[in-house]
């Protein structure tokens, strides 16, 4: 086994600490890679103060997570060591579901194993990306390209590929007109891939203290939640990123004939709305997650020739217990980071 030190929570109201864990030897199919830089997402807080219920401690959160190889195993030809690589939500899956197959490993119909707090196939919990080294199969390890610098990368593991997929499956491009609710994690990465993909992108926000940066990162316009009666009918694609339970209807109604308005939110509370909302404009009402891998590879090397990257806070490991509590109040523009070169003075 390999050992290495990782940040962890040994409750839901502990503080983190610095333990040391164990990684699996190298395999034939494995790539080990020296973490520099972790995500840190909102759903890390969800699983570590077990606001969904299911958390096993101790917990090493961490699912967007890079670095660069330092070995391979020995059937390995298409990563070597000194490749910049990143692993994001998912480290294994059925790999024989249709949803597999097709290269859709987040919709695995038979267990897919989280990159933490999940448990994979030799019965144990894995283990995060806030750590010094991680390990992982081939297959779930994504290139980074050389134009993307590894801390805004991060993110994209996540809150990247979360954008990228509905974005790209319901046909943002030349002559569609797209709306992303909540200028947030996942918005601000969002908007900029709507923007490179050719799509007149639209910005709503509850109120204007975002203007200004959503513009910067390619908006066309930026509308507030008080301008939503003069939207019915004004797109072709919404994504809607607000994470808690609201009246879908107002937003619905944003969406033209044939559109589609897409939740990426996982509210604990039923969402609701006026049926008769989706039957006019003959309406789709539809959900999405993070994205199987080939579409990861595919989403990674299109922000690095457009130059989309996630807007970044570097933090240190002796910062985490604050960050958490800044990320439950919404204080973050727009993803931290953490700098996995601080583990070891935590």
Same mark, same amino acid.
């Given at each position: 086994m390999i050992t290495t030190r990782a940040r962890a929570m040994h409750g839901p109201a502990e503080p983190f600490t610095t333990i040391t864990v164990e990684r699996r030897d190298v395999g034939p199919h494995d790539v080990l890679f020296d973490v520099a830089y972790a995500g840190v997402c909102h759903t890390d807080v969800h699983h570590a103060r077990a606001e969904f219920g299911h958390t096993h401690y101790p917990i090493v959160?961490?699912?967007?997570?890079?670095?660069?190889?330092?070995?391979?195993? !020995?059937?390995?030809?298409?990563?070597?060591?000194? /490749?910049?690589?990143?692993?994001? $939500?998912?480290?294994? =899956?059925?790999?024989?579901?249709?949803?597999?197959?097709?290269?859709?490993?987040?919709?695995?119909?038979?267990?897919?194993?989280?990159? *933490?707090?999940?448990?994979?196939? /030799?019965?144990?919990?894995?283990?995060? &990306? *806030? =750590?010094?080294?991680?390990?992982? /199969?081939?297959?779930?390890?994504?290139?980074?390209?050389? =134009?993307?610098?590894?801390?805004?990368?991060?993110?994209?593991?996540?809150?990247?590929?979360?954008? *990228?997929?509905?974005?790209?499956?319901? &046909?943002?491009?030349?002559?569609?007109?797209? $709306?992303?609710? &909540?200028?947030?994690?996942? !918005?601000?990465? !969002?908007?900029?891939?709507?923007?490179?993909?050719?799509?007149h992108t639209t910005v709503l926000e509850r109120d204007d203290d975002r203007r200004t940066d959503a513009l910067r990162l390619g908006a066309d316009a930026y509308r507030t939640s008080a301008d939503l009666p003069e939207l019915r009918d004004a797109f072709d694609l919404v994504v809607s990123t607000i994470p808690s339970s609201y009246d879908l209807t107002p937003y619905l109604d944003m969406v033209d004939l044939d559109g589609t308005f897409v939740n990426l939110g996982a509210a604990e509370e039923r969402m609701r709305f006026d049926a008769y909302t989706l039957l006019t404009n003959r309406r789709t009402l539809a959900g999405s997650m993070s994205g199987g891998m080939p579409e990861t590879q595919e989403m990674l090397d299109f922000c690095g020739e457009h130059g989309v990257r996630a807007v970044t806070e570097l933090v240190t490991a002796k910062e985490l217990d604050q960050v958490y509590d800044r990320l439950a109040a919404g204080d973050v523009r727009y993803r931290f980071v953490l700098d996995a070169g601080t583990i070891a003075a935590s």
């Open positions: 959160p961490g699912h967007e997570v890079v670095g660069v190889v330092r070995e391979v195993g !020995g059937e390995i030809r298409k990563f070597a060591p000194g /490749d910049r690589v990143g692993v994001g $939500c998912l480290v294994d =899956s059925c790999r024989e579901c249709p949803a597999c197959l097709r290269g859709q490993e987040s919709y695995c119909r038979r267990g897919k194993v989280l990159t *933490y707090n999940g448990i994979g196939r /030799d019965g144990a919990v894995t283990l995060g &990306g *806030y =750590s010094e080294l991680m390990i992982a /199969d081939q297959r779930f390890v994504a290139r980074i390209p050389d =134009s993307l610098p590894l801390d805004a990368a991060a993110p994209l593991l996540c809150g990247g590929i979360t954008m *990228y997929q509905p974005l790209r499956r319901w &046909g943002a491009g030349p002559g569609k007109r797209v $709306c992303v609710v &909540g200028f947030g994690g996942l !918005g601000h990465v !969002g908007t900029q891939i709507s923007h490179a993909l050719g799509a």
